[in-house]
């Protein structure tokens, strides 16, 4: 299971969406207590991805 999928099934009001070639990419990553803005926030620095929010769902995609 991703990072993504994980944190969308714990997320009853936002969730979170990627664009390209994204999930392809590794990262380990804890979380502990954060909300899943600041972890899409941490994953889009660790993997230097554009963010963007629009309703109830965060976008992450590559930086152009």
Do not use: C, P, Q, W
């Not at 009001?13 to 990553?29: H, P």
Request: proline fraction near 0%.
């Amino acid at each position: 299971k991703s990072i993504v999928e994980a944190l969308n099934a714990i997320s009853s009001d936002k969730k979170i969406e990627l664009s390209g070639a994204i999930d392809e990419r590794v990262l380990t990553v804890a979380f502990s207590g954060e909300n899943i803005d600041e972890m899409a926030k941490l994953i889009g620095i660790a993997l230097n991805l554009n963010i963007e929010k629009k309703d109830n769902i965060i976008y992450l995609s590559d930086k152009r």
